[in-house]
C-alpha cells in the first residue's frame, strides 16, 4: 500500500512504471485482500497514463487478476465490483471488458501526455529531469510572472499521477528559487535582505505566480501590507502592471481575496477603483527606518546592522536609563514593519549583551524587554481562519531561517 500512497502522492523518489504498477495493483487485490487494498488499486489504476494503462494490460493477465479479487456480489464487495466495471468503459470504452480479458483492447484518449517531465513546463528545463535538483536561476525563469492557467495548459493531458508529480516538482522548484525565505526574512528584519519597491513588486509577483502555494500567497500580502506609503506608491505604478498580477493569482472566491481587497481599500485612497484607474494614492504608513540614534541623539554614528560591544555597549545602556519604555515604545510604533522588526533585532541583541553583563540594572532590561515586545505587537496571523483546520497554515510564525546565507535572487 505504501508504494501505491507513494505513487499517488505524486512523490518523486516513487516513479514506477507500467510493469512496477501492474505488479502493486495485482498485489493489492490478491488473496484475502481488504476493501480499502482494493479501492487503493481502483485508485492507481484511474490515475494512470494511457500508455501505461495499455501496456498493464497489453496480455490479459492483469484482467483475469482483477476478475478474481472483485467478484460480484452484495455490499461493499459488488459496489467495488461496479466501480470496476465503471473503470474499464471509462478507460476502454463500453462493452470493451471481453477484448480487455483478451489483451487486445486499447485505451481510449483520456490521459495521453504520458509521463511528467519539467521540459512539458518549458523548454528551458529540457535538460532536467524529475529528480534532479533544480538550479535556483532555472527555477525563477521557468516559474516567475506565469499565471496557474498558463502552467495547467502546459500540463493538458497528463494523468493525475503525473499531474501530481508535477505539482511536487514545481514546489521544489520554488523552494530552490527562493523566493518565500526571501520574503520571510526581509519581514522578520534580516539586515542582509534589503528591497527597494522594485524588489518588493518582483517579490509579490513571485509570490502569486508559479503555482505558487495558499502560503506564498498569503506572505505576498504581508509583504505589501508592511511595505510603507512612499514604496507602494512605487511598487503600483500604474503601467507596470501588479494589480492585475495580485487580482489573477488571488482570484475572486480564492479564500485570500477579502484579504486583497481590504488591502486595497485600507492602503489607497479612493481603494482598489482608483488604483484600478492609474491614481495611485497610499496612505497610513509614512516611510520610516530604524537606526539607534532615534531613540537617542546620544546614539548618532552606531549603526544597526553591527552589535556593539565595550563603550559602545555602555552608552546604549546609559542611554536607555533615561528614556522610559513608553517613550520608546511610542518612537517605535510609528515605524513601517519591516523596520521595527530590524529595531526588534537590534534591542534583543543589546538586551542579550547586556544582561551577560550582569552588571545593568533590572530597569533596563526591563524598558528593552518592553520596547522590544511594542517592535513586535503586531502579529501576522490570519485572522477568521476557516475551523476544521489543527493548524492554521496562515498563522506561522515568521522567524528568520536558521541559514545565515546572503540573499537570493528574484
Same mark, same amino acid.
Given at each position: 500500500?505504501?508504494?501505491?500512497?507513494?505513487y499517488l502522492?505524486?512523490?518523486?523518489?516513487?516513479?514506477? $512504471?507500467?510493469?512496477?504498477?501492474?505488479?502493486?495493483? @495485482?498485489?493489492?487485490?490478491?488473496?484475502?485482500? !481488504?476493501?480499502?487494498?482494493?479501492?487503493?488499486?481502483?485508485?492507481?489504476?484511474?490515475s494512470?497514463?494511457?500508455?501505461?494503462?495499455?501496456?498493464?494490460?497489453?496480455? &490479459?493477465?492483469?484482467?483475469?487478476?482483477?476478475?478474481?479479487?472483485?467478484?460480484?456480489?452484495?455490499?461493499?464487495?459488488?459496489?467495488?465490483?461496479a466501480?470496476?466495471? %465503471?473503470f474499464?468503459?471509462?478507460?476502454f470504452?463500453?462493452g470493451?471488458?471481453?477484448?480487455?480479458?483478451?489483451?487486445?483492447? %486499447?485505451?481510449?484518449?483520456?490521459?495521453?501526455?504520458?509521463?511528467?517531465?519539467?521540459?512539458?513546463?518549458?523548454?528551458?528545463?529540457?535538460?532536467?529531469?524529475? @529528480? $534532479?535538483?533544480?538550479?535556483?536561476?532555472?527555477?525563477?525563469?521557468?516559474?516567475?510572472?506565469?499565471?496557474?492557467a498558463?502552467?495547467?495548459?502546459?500540463l493538458?493531458?497528463?494523468?493525475?499521477?503525473?499531474?501530481?508529480?508535477?505539482?511536487?516538482?514545481?514546489?521544489?522548484?520554488?523552494?530552490?528559487?527562493?523566493?518565500?525565505?526571501?520574503?520571510?526574512r526581509?519581514?522578520?528584519?534580516?539586515?542582509?535582505v /534589503?528591497?527597494?519597491?522594485?524588489?518588493? =513588486?518582483?517579490?509579490?509577483?513571485?509570490?502569486?505566480t &508559479?503555482?505558487?502555494?495558499?502560503?506564498?500567497?498569503?506572505?505576498?500580502?504581508?509583504?505589501? /501590507?508592511?511595505?510603507?506609503d512612499?514604496?507602494?506608491?512605487?511598487?503600483?505604478?500604474? !503601467?507596470?502592471?501588479?494589480?492585475?498580477?495580485?487580482?489573477?493569482?488571488?482570484?475572486?472566491g480564492?479564500?485570500?481575496?477579502?484579504?486583497?481587497?481590504?488591502?486595497l481599500?485600507?492602503?489607497?485612497s479612493?481603494?482598489?477603483?482608483?488604483?484600478?484607474?492609474?491614481?495611485?494614492?497610499?496612505?497610513?504608513?509614512?516611510a520610516?527606518?530604524?537606526t539607534?540614534?532615534?531613540?537617542?541623539?546620544?546614539?548618532? &554614528?552606531?549603526a544597526?546592522?553591527?552589535?556593539?560591544?565595550? @563603550? %559602545?555597549?555602555?552608552?546604549?545602556?546609559?542611554?536607555?536609563?533615561?528614556?522610559?519604555?513608553?517613550?520608546?515604545s511610542?518612537?517605535? %510604533?510609528?515605524?513601517?514593519?519591516?523596520?521595527?522588526? =530590524?529595531?526588534?533585532?537590534?534591542?534583543?541583541?543589546?538586551?542579550?549583551?547586556?544582561?551577560?553583563?550582569?552588571?545593568?540594572? !533590572?530597569?533596563?532590561?526591563?524598558?528593552?524587554?518592553?520596547?522590544i515586545?511594542?517592535?513586535?505587537? /503586531?502579529?501576522?496571523? =490570519?485572522?477568521?481562519? =476557516?475551523?476544521?483546520?489543527?493548524?492554521?497554515?496562515?498563522?506561522?510564525?515568521?522567524?528568520?531561517?536558521?541559514?545565515?546565507?546572503?540573499t537570493?535572487?528574484?
Amino acid at each position: 500500500m505504501d508504494r501505491a500512497r507513494a505513487y499517488l502522492s505524486g512523490d518523486l523518489d516513487a516513479g514506477l $512504471d507500467a510493469g512496477q504498477l501492474r505488479q502493486v495493483v @495485482a498485489a493489492l487485490v490478491a488473496g484475502a485482500a !481488504g476493501a480499502a487494498e482494493r479501492a487503493l488499486a481502483l485508485l492507481v489504476l484511474q490515475s494512470a497514463g494511457d500508455a501505461v494503462l495499455g501496456e498493464m494490460f497489453a496480455d &490479459g493477465g492483469l484482467a483475469g487478476e482483477l476478475d478474481a479479487g472483485f467478484p460480484p456480489g452484495e455490499g461493499a464487495g459488488g459496489q467495488l465490483r461496479a466501480d470496476l466495471e %465503471r473503470f474499464y468503459e471509462q478507460r476502454f470504452g463500453p462493452g470493451q471488458q471481453a477484448a480487455v480479458a483478451a489483451g487486445t483492447a %486499447r485505451p481510449l484518449v483520456v490521459y495521453p501526455a504520458g509521463e511528467f517531465s519539467p521540459g512539458l513546463l518549458g523548454a528551458g528545463l529540457a535538460d532536467l529531469g524529475v @529528480a $534532479d535538483e533544480v538550479p535556483a536561476a532555472q527555477a525563477r525563469a521557468a516559474l516567475y510572472g506565469r499565471g496557474d492557467a498558463e502552467l495547467e495548459q502546459r500540463l493538458e493531458g497528463v494523468s493525475p499521477a503525473e499531474a501530481a508529480r508535477a505539482a511536487r516538482w514545481i514546489a521544489r522548484a520554488r523552494e530552490a528559487a527562493g523566493w518565500a525565505d526571501r520574503a520571510l526574512r526581509y519581514l522578520t528584519g534580516d539586515l542582509a535582505v /534589503r528591497l527597494n519597491a522594485g524588489l518588493q =513588486r518582483r517579490l509579490a509577483t513571485a509570490l502569486v505566480t &508559479g503555482w505558487a502555494s495558499e502560503d506564498e500567497r498569503w506572505l505576498a500580502l504581508h509583504l505589501l /501590507r508592511a511595505a510603507s506609503d512612499e514604496d507602494l506608491k512605487d511598487i503600483f505604478e500604474p !503601467g507596470l502592471g501588479l494589480l492585475p498580477v495580485l487580482e489573477e493569482g488571488i482570484p475572486a472566491g480564492h479564500g485570500l481575496r477579502p484579504e486583497l481587497d481590504s488591502f486595497l481599500q485600507q492602503r489607497f485612497s479612493g481603494g482598489p477603483d482608483d488604483l484600478a484607474a492609474g491614481r495611485v494614492l497610499p496612505h497610513r504608513q509614512p516611510a520610516g527606518r530604524f537606526t539607534p540614534e532615534l531613540l537617542d541623539p546620544s546614539l548618532k &554614528g552606531l549603526a544597526a546592522d553591527v552589535e556593539p560591544a565595550g @563603550a %559602545r555597549l555602555d552608552r546604549i545602556a546609559a542611554a536607555i536609563r533615561l528614556k522610559s519604555s513608553e517613550k520608546l515604545s511610542e518612537r517605535l %510604533r510609528g515605524l513601517p514593519l519591516v523596520e521595527r522588526a =530590524r529595531a526588534a533585532r537590534w534591542l534583543t541583541a543589546i538586551r542579550v549583551a547586556l544582561h551577560a553583563q550582569g552588571t545593568v540594572p !533590572g530597569k533596563v532590561l526591563a524598558t528593552l524587554e518592553r520596547s522590544i515586545w511594542a517592535c513586535a505587537s /503586531r502579529n501576522f496571523s =490570519r485572522p477568521g481562519w =476557516r475551523p476544521g483546520s489543527p493548524q492554521p497554515p496562515h498563522a506561522m510564525k515568521l522567524t528568520p531561517p536558521s541559514s545565515g546565507q546572503g540573499t537570493t535572487g528574484t
